[in-house]
C-alpha cells in the first residue's frame, strides 16, 4: 500500500499548481486524506484535509487560495493551489491517518504518508 504524490514545480508568485495524491495496493478504506507541508526549517503542518465523505477543511494559511479534493473511485485526492506564494514554498506530503487494507490475514489499519513533492514560489 502507497501513495504517490506529484504535481509539484517551480512557479512565480501568482500562479497556479495541482497536486496529486494516488493510493494503490489492496486497499479496503482509505478514509481521511490529509495534506501536509514543511518548509525549510519548519515543522510539518497540516494544510488541508477531507473525509471519505467530503468533508474539507484547510489551514487559515491557505484558506480561499487552496483547495481539496477527492475521488473515491480513483482513489486520489488533489490539492488545487492558485495565487502562490513565496512562503508556499515547501515540500508537500499527503497522507492517510487511517487506511485500512488487507494484510495477510485480517485488515490492517495504518498511518501511510507518501513520498513528497516539492513546491518552489519564487518571487
Known amino acids: 500500500v502507497q501513495l504517490q504524490a506529484s504535481g509539484g514545480g517551480l512557479v512565480q508568485a501568482g500562479a497556479s499548481l495541482k497536486l496529486s495524491c494516488v493510493a494503490s495496493?489492496?486497499?479496503?478504506?482509505?478514509?481521511?486524506m490529509n495534506w501536509y507541508r514543511q518548509a525549510l526549517g519548519k515543522q510539518r503542518e497540516l494544510v488541508a484535509s477531507?473525509?471519505?465523505?467530503?468533508?474539507?477543511n484547510t489551514s487559515d494559511s491557505v484558506k480561499g487560495r487552496f483547495t481539496i479534493s477527492r475521488d473515491n473511485a480513483k482513489k486520489t485526492v488533489n490539492l488545487q493551489m492558485a495565487d502562490l506564494k513565496p512562503e508556499d514554498t515547501a515540500v508537500y506530503y499527503c497522507n492517510a491517518p487511517g487506511l485500512t487494507y488487507y494484510g495477510v490475514s485480517a485488515l490492517v489499519t495504518d498511518d501511510i504518508w507518501g513520498r513528497g513533492t516539492l513546491v518552489t514560489v519564487s518571487s
Open positions: 477531507t473525509t471519505s465523505r467530503g468533508r474539507t
Open positions: 495496493g489492496r486497499i479496503f478504506d482509505i478514509g481521511t
